[in-house]
């Protein structure tokens, strides 16, 4: 069945059923920044259209090639901000793994809970490297999908008890009692986001991405000593607030200026001090002190997923999951 | 079975049994380029990784939103010129066709099919604005597959009867008489190649692609007011004999531009006359004297992939062929 001339195919529940524990996601992610770290992934720059009508709709192609981990291939990735209000999810598109010595497709999988969980392993490597050891206080502002991966990542890597969940809807924070619990974690909902900002150990902004701020957390916020990983980009976060920080680390220097110089991200932002490949692989030190406040603004690289797509491949043949159709 | 949560998958064999016709495939590219030609396609550059041993292997994304054809997607195609040594093919690919108005995937489709019958498609409209109309014998150099979409593409807008074909493997050629035959042609194939050069009205080269070119073909060969269609670049070519054309066009200027001046391909050729918009709009003439050389050297672009993708979805949901499977 698994011949190099047929292909696998796993939709979005399936991908979720093979399901690589968070753990093992990490580790994998983890993985890939050691390779872009040291210079041995392809990575070229993601290029996009902008279909229909929206102004913010995208659909982005990720290309990456990580030899040491035998993986090749894209995620088409696409956001269209329209689609929560006709019922439809926000972000949809497939990852293709080809077979890195011929080329030939091996499986064509949903890609939206890769990037969910990917997305939350990379904030938990930043924080593995910037955050105190011993964290146990977590913030979360704004409570969808990556609200709960972030979580379940962070508590992956650290002794969490405590979770302040901060959302501007009610109804996206339900969820979040229930699922802290089956982590172990007790869940506060409050109604001031400076309460899961100020006395946490580390702080998740996960709101929707805006070109201009809206610039919530004020500075003094902050603790000294917290780590805070910026998934929605700056945009939680007024410039007095970022001027208080001590380390501002992104997972890549390159598209990081890309965005902040031709997309207008990032604006007063403070200088890169390292990338997220420079940390994992020793070249610069994370947390130096304890008092630091640091930061990690992640953008989200091929390299993330490809580095997870091998191993949801392989587990998925292993346990007989998805359909198998012929190239 | 067609909701936006369902995907159509086509194999390389339902690809073909849908087979639209080399004339629809025409009129579909041709409308493709005249949105290209006037500034209404959005084609980002093509990014590729490059896995594996062979330094010559690839796999690229290439991706296009051409609003009025209501299609976007992107073509991930990879050639492995080691494949063919191990019984597989060079070229693989699978081509992702999304809904314009949500990003949503409807289909994901084998490219191959696709990519042979676009690329004969855009030499003949290059032709029917380049060749003389009356144009009756043609010469194929390389009888691969280029040959034969080449041949049924340029049957499909010329009163063609005769075939001078030429090829460096016997193999190759074996196919074409019956191939030629079933259009109508009567094939002759030659072992000097000159033959398939002097004394033709439209000659088609589609050997491999060489940054070094073997130049087999000298000045002097090709006939006043004949017509060649440069599938391979320039491979073909002396710069002697191509110092010969009259005008030299291609389908993109700036890609164009990126092999010439960033791969090396291209090096002293002609100064390119006129893209393949701007033939199709009319914003410059094509052939304006009988006796003119006139020369193609088309890249293949996204939007020839993009401009035939939603005819293939189509007509495979109307004839329900291919594999609906859940996203």
Redo the contacts between chains.
């Keep these: 069945m698994s011949s ?1 001339q047929e292909l696998l ?1 796993l ?3 399936q991908v979720a059923a093979v399901g690589p524990t968070m753990a093992e996601i990490i580790a994998a992610v983890e993985k890939g920044f050691v390779e872009l770290g040291s210079g041995r992934v ?12 929206g102004e913010n ?3 982005h ?1 990720m ?3 990580i ?1 040491a981990m035998r993986s ?1 291939g ?1 995620k ?1 990735v ?3 901000p329209g ?1 929560q209000a ?1 019922g ?2 926000y972000i ?3 990852l ?1 793994l ?1 077979d ?6 091996l499986a ?1 999988m ?1 890609c939206t809970w890769i990037t969910a969980m990917r997305t939350g392993a990379a904030s938990a490597i930043s924080a593995r490297h910037l955050a105190r050891p011993e964290s146990s206080k977590i913030g979360l502002l704004a409570c969808g999908v990556q609200g709960h991966t972030n979580l379940e990542a962070m508590k992956a890597l650290f002794p969490l008890k405590k979770v302040m969940a901060y959302d501007t809807s009610a109804e996206q924070s339900r969820k979040l009692p229930a699922f802290g619990a089956s982590l172990g974690l007790d869940v506060e909902i409050v109604d001031d986001p400076r309460r899961a900002v100020t006395g946490c150990d580390i702080v998740v902004t996960s709101g929707p991405i805006l070109k201009k701020p809206h610039a919530t957390i004020q500075a003094g916020w902050l603790d000294e000593g917290a780590f805070a990983s910026l998934v929605d980009f700056d945009s939680y976060w007024s410039r007095d607030a970022l001027r208080q920080a001590d380390k501002w680390t992104t997972d890549h220097l390159g598209q990081y200026c890309f965005y902040r110089d031709r997309l207008g991200y990032f604006q007063q932002c403070p200088e890169v001090y390292a990338e997220l490949g420079e940390l994992v692989t020793g070249k610069k030190p994370g947390r130096q002190k304890p008092g630091e406040r640091t930061f990690a603004a992640n953008l989200g690289l091929a390299v993330d997923d490809m580095a997870v797509a091998p191993l949801v491949f392989g587990r998925a043949v292993e346990e007989k999951i998805g ?1 198998w ?3």
């Design positions: 190099s195919y939709n979005r529940e392809e990575m070229p720059p993601k290029p996009g259209i902008h279909p229909g009508e709709n995208f659909i192609a290309p990456a090639y030899p090749a894209v088409w696409s956001g269209f689609n006709k439809l999810p949809t598109g497939l293709i080809n890195p010595d011929t080329g030939i497709p064509v949903d359909t159709v012929t190239l």
